[in-house]
């Protein structure tokens, strides 16, 4: 079977979601090829005869297990693959609780301005409700490394040359993320406005994040550091209404569980403390970008070899430090 045959007959059978055998062999087949347009019932009748033959291998369509990675994705931080931390080791992680980047430039500024008027709304609409907060907002902070990853991407194809190591970084830490969503999703079900309120914001998100993505990534990139500044200051209000009871401590779920490397006994505080250090890495790492921009050190690969590490945030200070020798002031300082 040529590769053309074969990316038509994966076409078809993704397009209903049903296996060949149990269209092949049942009635189901009947009244499925009788639902369904002409054209497509060409495609099906085709797959089927191919099955017959033979021709059609099943572990064609054997998606490889590492591929799925729904079962086993990689955590972000490495504090978190190394061993499985109580919850006293998850209150000592260094975060920086308090760390913000003072703005310089003027998009330092924009960017500034854009979050603090986004968290206008957001607390107005949510108050202290946490978890219906935290839904809603990690489907938004899933978007950034998406849209940075696609077009980087596409930019590496169109001059034909390495991205430096950016899109792996950018698309995991959209993973984390969704992963984030996912948990909480086990935890709390969005009410019907929200959900609504979600996938508009998501249309209006989506599209003007990319054409800032476009047109100043490194504005983009600060915008980010500074949602996940707000994120920082999120999560730990979260834990505070824990704290002082007003919402209930539960068992982590187990997607929580599995995927920071919790113990058993884990329960939602130590959930919120392993999310508030993604988003602190988070924030770290998208500054740090913004930064490599401003200073025209787009290559990460030079890190990365050095350290054996996927994430240059971990080197950022000693990073900055050599770049504002080099460029007279225009890199930032922490406060
Ligand atoms: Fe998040
Ligand atoms: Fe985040």
Not at 66 to 88: G, W, Y
Not at 175 to 182: A, D, I, P, S
Not at 222 to 227: E, S
């Amino acid at each position: 079977m040529n590769a053309f045959k074969a990316t038509q007959l994966l076409a078809s059978k993704s397009m209903v979601g049903l296996p060949t055998s149990i269209l092949a062999s049942s009635n189901l087949r009947t009244s499925f090829v009788r639902s369904v347009p002409a054209c497509t019932r060409q495609v099906h009748l085709q797959l089927h005869k191919e099955d017959r033959k033979g021709v059609v291998n099943p572990d064609f369509f054997k998606v490889p297990e590492e591929l799925l990675n729904e079962v086993h994705p990689k955590p972000i931080r490495n504090d978190f693959i190394s061993q499985k931390l109580t919850s006293a080791d998850l209150e000592k992680l260094d975060i920086g609780l308090t760390k913000h980047r003072e703005p310089i430039t003027f998009g330092d500024k924009v960017a500034l301005t854009v979050v603090k008027s986004l968290r206008i709304p957001a607390d107005l609409f949510f108050r202290k409700k946490y978890l219906h907060r935290a839904v809603a907002l990690e489907t938004v902070a899933a978007v950034p490394g998406m849209v940075g990853a696609v077009i980087r991407h596409l930019r590496s194809l169109r001059k034909m040359k390495h991205d430096g190591g950016w899109i792996t970084h950018l698309l995991h830490e959209a993973e984390n993320e969704r992963m984030h969503l996912l948990t909480w999703m086990k935890v709390c079900q969005p009410t019907l406005l929200e959900r609504m309120l979600v996938t508009a914001v998501q249309g209006v998100f989506f599209n003007c994040f990319f054409l800032f993505y476009l047109f100043t990534p490194k504005t983009a990139h600060r915008i980010v550091g500074y949602l996940e500044e707000e994120a920082v200051i999120s999560y730990t209000g979260f834990l505070k209404e824990i704290d002082e009871g007003r919402i209930e401590d539960k068992p982590a779920p187990q997607i929580a569980v599995d995927y920071w490397n919790l113990q058993k006994s884990a329960t939602l505080r130590d959930v919120v403390l392993a999310v508030r250090a993604d988003e602190a890495l988070h924030r770290d790492t998208n500054h740090h970008f913004s930064d490599r921009i401003t200073l025209k050190q787009e290559d990460l690969r030079e890190e990365i070899s050095r350290s054996g590490m996927l994430h240059v945030a971990q080197q950022q200070e000693q990073a900055m430090s050599r770049n504002m020798d080099v460029e007279d002031g225009k890199a930032s300082k922490w406060a």
